[in-house]
Structure formats: C-alpha cells, structure tokens
C-alpha cells in the first residue's frame, strides 16, 4: 500500500525557521540623550561624559581607518615592517573604539557607532582618497594622534573634575598612554638616519 505524502505546506507554527524580514522600528533613545542609571554620577556629567567620549570615540575610528588604509597601502624598502606596526597599532586603536563605545553605554548613553556619523563630528581630516608617499601617510597619522591626544588630555582633566572617575581612568590609562607609544614608533621612522656612515 502506496501512502502519499502530503506537499502542501501550511502556515508555518509561531516561533518557525522562517527568519522575520524587513523589521522596522521606532529610535529607543536618541543620540546626545543619557538613560538614568544607579552610578553615583548625575545626569550632567553623565551627558558630558558621553559627549566628550563620543568626539574623541569619533576620532579615534578615523584613525583606525587611517591606520588599516595605510598598511594597505605602505611601499618601500620598510613595507614589511612597517606593514606589520601599522596594522598591530589599528588592532589596538579598535581596540579602544571599544572601550570607549561601551563606556558611553555604561553612562547611559549612544555610543557613536555609524561610520558616516563619525565622519560628522570628528575633527581628523580626511585623507585623499589615493595612495600618498610614505612619509606623508606617517605624518598624517602622527597629525591624527595628535588632535586625539590634545582632545583626550582636555576632556580627562573636565571628567576628573566632575568626579567621572571611569572616564578619566579609561582616557588617561588606554587614549593617551597607547595614543603616546604609537607616536613614539611612528616619529621614530620619520628620522633621517643612514644605516651605516661612509
């Protein structure tokens, strides 16, 4: 006896395989805007935390993507090398992106996440959009680090004021201290220095 199967699909039961498509929603929170949270920090500073976080959040994935195109990009007889710093200095600056995103949310605010919303509000300039010689690539990261490093000594000193002490901690132990040692290793292949004296 033949049974016959049955090709005909019905109505798929609620919480299905069938992923839910083309969802919509309203904003939960606007950007700017800071949730209360049980902190022991008030809303003002909490809300100029956040700001001072978010320029120097916005900044710092400028960099980031300065560093990545740049070690896509390097040429010359230290490609190699440089290559390598370039890309290990991106990983730590993504690594601060975090860091300072979530602190943001940890505040109770909107961590600027949208690359083109960062491209608003930071202060590095773009770069062209081609390849530069080696030196200028170097030297614009350096000029990069440098509009981070004065924004983060200012806002450090503002948040301590205030009482933020996480903030301050955050700035000072992961912008400024990795922020300086990537400068060091940068300046430093911008030394005209022969190898060897005839």
Not at 1 to 17: K, L, Y
Not at 24 to 51: F, M, N, W
Not at 69 to 74: A, D, T
Request: hydrophobic share 40%; proline share 5%; charged share 20%.
């Amino acid at each position: 006896m033949n049974a016959s199967v049955s090709t005909t699909a019905g109505p798929e039961p609620r919480g299905g395989t069938q992923p839910l498509l083309h969802q919509k929603g309203h904003e939960l929170q606007a950007y700017g805007t800071v949730k209360q949270l049980p902190i022991g920090l008030s809303h003002d500073t909490r809300r100029y935390s956040c700001q001072r976080l978010n320029r120097i959040l916005a900044d710092t994935q400028m960099l980031y993507g300065l560093y990545k195109k740049h070690h896509w990009l390097m040429r010359g007889a230290t490609f190699y090398q440089l290559h390598l710093l370039l890309d290990k200095h991106a990983g730590e600056q993504l690594a601060i992106v975090d860091a300072l995103a979530e602190r943001v949310q940890s505040l109770g605010g909107v961590a600027v996440g949208d690359p083109r919303h960062a491209a608003e509000i930071t202060g590095v300039p773009r770069p062209p959009d081609g390849v530069e010689e080696v030196p200028a690539m170097l030297s614009r990261l350096l000029e990069a680090h440098e509009t981070i490093l004065i924004e983060a000594r200012d806002a450090a000193s503002r948040v301590a004021g205030l009482g933020d002490d996480g903030t301050n901690d955050l700035i000072v132990s992961d912008v400024i201290r990795i922020g300086e040692a990537q400068v060091w290793f940068l300046a430093e292949h911008l030394v005209d220095t022969p190898l060897v004296r005839v």
